[in-house]
């Protein structure tokens, strides 16, 4: 297995040539670069489990090479077990079975696993925001291909683009028809609910991958409690223990959750009779297991801790509305160098701005180049003003 080719796919599979992403880096963090990663150590696992040497016994002096290899594949599919080399071995066979370790054989598969519960969120995504009433690809393939325009007119129709589309979106989910009996005012928000349209659908929805991915996170560490735990060590106990080693300088110890050297009973017919035997082996592949599963450790709680802070700020900055002022209030200053902002106008106009709107600008923002976002909001801002001076 030529391994710098698997690096190469995963670097592919992270980038995208288009780069109209459609979502935050923290999205991407979870949906791309983790569900690489996993695919990475699934197949440098399967590579190694069905092509190299996983596990190694000490085999008794007379056994012929075709019995070291029976009973290396043996051990390694019937599972080992741990004893500590300071503890007697156990002679009730049931004691030596809870130390078995059950987990290597199916680690490459519980590795998809993991990837696919990682792009659940992304499936979704991708499945419905378009539906919504607003294509945000298209948008910030729309704000990418302004950096790309050096003329102003080509970049001036990009950006009424951006802003009709938005402006449609706008009327369609605020009708501003006063002739519309309260009854039918009511019933076409009752339509426009059902249809997932209220104007700020899009950034619930959005809200509720967000919790998907923060669910999905908790249920693979305590899953992996489950699947890694063995006899009396469990997985975040043992994630603690080596990173308190690591960070006070210390080597790394010797777990039972990954042992290196663990023991194999199993017994071989011969002429009628039945022998037993216990070998001691190496299991080989437990060196770059342990690495992965404490990388993994450390990994899906820094990932933890950043989707919630992503999560609440996120929350703050849409729903809050100083701070949905200060967006859009800073935005327009970056083009209204010279002429300043009405107050009474600027709150008239965030009152009314759609909070879809607003979120399809930050993934704009966060995309592309921040100017086109500003010269976005102030056309949408002129349009406001023109209509209010109509009345």
């Known amino acids: 297995m030529d391994f710098q080719k698997v690096v190469e796919y995963a670097k592919k599979f992270t980038e995208r040539s288009d780069n109209n992403f459609d979502d935050f880096l923290v999205d991407r963090l979870h949906n791309r670069y983790t569900v690489a990663a996993l695919i990475c150590f699934c197949v440098a696992i399967s590579s190694?489990?069905?092509?190299?040497?996983?596990?190694?016994?000490?085999?008794?002096?007379?056994?012929?090479?075709?019995?070291?290899?029976?009973?290396?594949?043996?051990?390694?599919?019937?599972?080992?077990?741990?004893?500590?080399?300071?503890?007697?071995?156990?002679?009730?066979?049931?004691?030596?079975?809870?130390?078995?370790?059950?987990?290597?054989?199916?680690?490459?598969?519980?590795?998809?696993?993991?990837?696919?519960?990682?792009?659940?969120?992304?499936?979704?995504?991708?499945?419905?925001?378009?539906?919504?009433?607003?294509?945000?690809?298209?948008?910030?393939?729309?704000?990418?291909?302004?950096?790309?325009?050096?003329?102003?007119?080509?970049?001036?129709?990009?950006?009424?683009?951006?802003?009709?589309?938005?402006?449609?979106?706008?009327?369609?989910?605020?009708?501003?028809?006063?002739?519309?009996?309260?009854?039918?005012?009511?019933?076409?928000?009752?339509?426009?609910?059902?249809?997932?349209?209220?104007?700020?659908?899009?950034?619930?929805?959005?809200?509720?991958?967000?919790?998907?991915?923060?669910?999905?996170?908790?249920?693979?560490?305590?899953?992996?409690?489950?699947?890694?735990s063995y006899y009396d060590v469990n997985y975040i106990h043992y994630g603690l223990v080596t990173f308190r080693a690591l960070f006070t300088g210390n080597n790394l110890p010797e777990t039972k959750l990954f042992p290196r050297i663990t023991l194999?009973?199993?017994?071989?017919r011969e002429l009628g009779e039945i022998h037993r035997y216990t070998v001691e082996c190496i299991l080989v592949i437990n060196i770059f297991i342990e690495k992965m599963y404490f990388l993994l450790w450390i990994w899906f709680w820094i990932l933890l801790v950043v989707t919630l802070i992503h999560f609440i700020l996120l929350f703050g900055r849409v729903f809050i509305f100083h701070l949905r002022k200060a967006f859009i209030k800073q935005n327009l200053e970056l083009v209204l160098k010279d002429r300043g902002l009405k107050e009474r106008e600027l709150k008239n106009f965030i009152s009314k701005f759609p909070i879809d709107n607003l979120f399809a600008l930050k993934v704009m923002a966060h995309n592309s180049n921040t100017f086109v976002v500003a010269e976005v909001l102030y056309d949408l801002y002129n349009k406001m003003i023109g209509r209010s001076s109509d009345v």
Do not use: M
């Not at 156990?90 to 078995?100: A, S």
């Not at 129709?157 to 605020?174: A, C, K, M, P, Q």
């Not at 194999?264 to 071989?268: G, N, W």
């Open 48 to 228: 190694y489990q069905y092509i190299g040497n996983p596990l190694q016994c000490w085999v008794p002096a007379q056994f012929t090479d075709n019995y070291e290899t029976y009973t290396n594949r043996l051990c390694y599919i019937q599972n080992t077990y741990y004893v500590s080399k300071d503890h007697q071995l156990p002679d009730d066979h049931g004691l030596r079975r809870e130390r078995t370790l059950k987990y290597y054989q199916w680690i490459n598969f519980v590795l998809l696993l993991q990837a696919l519960f990682f792009s659940f969120p992304r499936i979704i995504w991708q499945s419905f925001n378009d539906k919504i009433g607003l294509s945000l690809g298209k948008l910030v393939d729309a704000s990418n291909k302004y950096e790309l325009l050096d003329v102003t007119q080509e970049r001036g129709t990009v950006v009424h683009y951006i802003s009709d589309t938005l402006s449609r979106y706008d009327e369609y989910v605020n009708p501003t028809d006063d002739n519309l009996k309260a009854a039918h005012r009511f019933y076409r928000r009752i339509v426009l609910c059902f249809r997932a349209r209220t104007g700020s659908s899009l950034v619930y929805f959005y809200f509720f991958i967000q919790i998907l991915y923060i669910i999905n996170l908790l249920f693979q560490i305590f899953f992996l409690q489950y699947f890694l």
């Open 264 to 268: 194999c009973d199993f017994s071989i």
